[in-house]
């Protein structure tokens, strides 16, 4: 089996924002380990439906979710996510969040996790 768009989608955005520590895909089950430096789950699976679980809980039905909200539900299981705010004009997430690499950011429609200036 081969990782899929929404699983490197959820890996992009913990290296972007410097969470991921150690990553290892298991073609066998589709999964990928992930370390982070969240102090609740530091050890976690992204299915490849692009969710993040416990490991070892059993896999539910894959649920589909727009690469936005794949992003904010990785960054809450983990949690790694201290607010966000949705601008409802653009459709885009401001976050923020415990990175010191990129505490405030903002997650286009596409996923994409781009700096900004903005503040709380």
Do not use: C, H
């Not at 699976?45 to 589909?64: D, F, I, K, T």
């Not at 727009?66 to 960054?75: E, M, R, Y």
């Not at 601008?87 to 885009?92: N, V």
């Not at 903002?106 to 709380?120: A, E, F, Q, R, V």
């Amino acid at each position: 089996m081969e990782p899929t768009e929404a699983q490197y989608l959820i890996l992009n955005a913990l290296e972007t924002l410097d969470f991921l520590i150690q990553q290892t895909f298991d073609s066998d089950t589709g999964n990928w380990y992930i370390r982070t430096s969240s102090s609740v789950l530091p050890l976690a699976m992204v299915l490849p439906s692009g969710e993040v679980a416990r490991v070892n809980l059993s896999q539910n039905q894959p649920r589909e979710k727009d690469a936005q909200l794949l992003i904010i539900a990785a960054l809450e299981t983990l949690a790694l996510l201290e607010q966000r705010i949705l601008e409802p004009d653009t459709g885009i997430y401001y976050i923020f969040t415990p990175s010191e690499l990129l505490p405030l950011a903002i997650i286009l429609t596409n996923g994409d996790i781009l700096p900004t200036y903005w503040s709380k």
